[in-house]
T-cell receptor, first 112, second 113 residues
Framework: NAGVMQNPRHLVRRRGQEARLRCSPM?????VYWYRQLPEEGLKFMVY????????ESGMPKERFSAEFPKEGPSILRIQQVVRGDSAAYFC??????????FGPGTRLTVL | GQQLNQSPQSMFIQEGEDVSMNCTSS?????WLWYKQDPGEGPVLLIA?????ELTSNGRLTAQFGTTRKDSFLNISASIPSDVGIYFC?????????????FGTGTRLQVFP
């Protein structure tokens, strides 16, 4: 059973471009969480999704950020018009029932 | 808001030594989780604690759920080089029905042979 997969592992964007981060949860997991980690800090919750539904987006900035988890395919975290402050590691976690969360390897976003 | 503070921030120890670190909160947590993060990777769950006063071991690791519900402790015995990494405590944040996690500030462990 493959673990949580995230791609790309590294993403470089110029200011104003769009960033799309993908997360494929573990097989059988219908709960997906996105977290952001700045250098030298802990992970900060952004959004929690179940298939086709956003359950809690209280940690996600209101502008430029969006997330989806369609019926088919991976969960996508989308950042429009990126700025330098968006540079961070973005981690996805999945769980089967909303309890123990298994984390992916992360996507490291660098905004030039 | 809910915050978890970890101490020490970093530790430099010799292989074979024991390690102790702790995590404190200003609010009560009903679950305490300890994760380890290797460089360039995501966190991996080490130990989960669900009951005040609970003491749980996983190999050389032992963690305790503080009786006040506002703290937790992690001990590593006879450290080895592969223990190097960042150790995070975490717990479910409000509202608790979503299971989103609040992470601590981390303790960076360096082990010298």
């Amino acid at each position: 059973n493959a673990g949580v997969m995230q791609n790309p592992r590294h993403l470089v964007r110029r200011r104003g471009q769009e960033a799309r981060l993908r997360c494929s949860p573990m097989k059988g997991h219908s709960h997906v969480y996105w977290y952001r980690q700045l250098p030298e800090e802990g992970l900060k919750f952004m959004v929690y999704l179940q298939k086709e539904n956003i359950i809690d987006e209280s940690g996600m900035p209101k502008e430029r950020f969006s997330a989806e988890f369609p019926k088919e395919g991976p969960s996508i975290l989308r950042i429009q018009q990126v700025v330098r402050g968006d540079s961070a590691a973005y981690f996805c976690a999945s769980s089967p029932r909303g309890d123990e969360q298994f984390f992916g390897p992360g996507t490291r976003l660098t905004v030039l | 808001g809910q915050q978890l503070n970890q101490s020490p921030q970093s530790m430099f120890i010799q292989e074979g030594e024991d390690v102790s670190m702790n995590c404190t909160s200003s609010s009560i947590f009903n679950t305490w989780l300890w994760y380890k993060q290797d460089p360039g990777e995501g966190p991996v769950l080490l130990i989960a604690l669900y009951k005040a006063g609970e003491l749980t071991s996983n190999g050389r690791l032992t963690a305790q759920f503080g009786t006040t519900r506002k703290d937790s402790f992690l001990n590593i015995s006879a450290s080895i080089p592969s223990d190097v990494g960042i150790y995070f405590c975490a717990g479910p944040g409000f509202p608790y029905n979503t299971d989103k996690l609040i992470f601590g500030t981390g303790t960076r462990l360096q082990v010298f042979p």
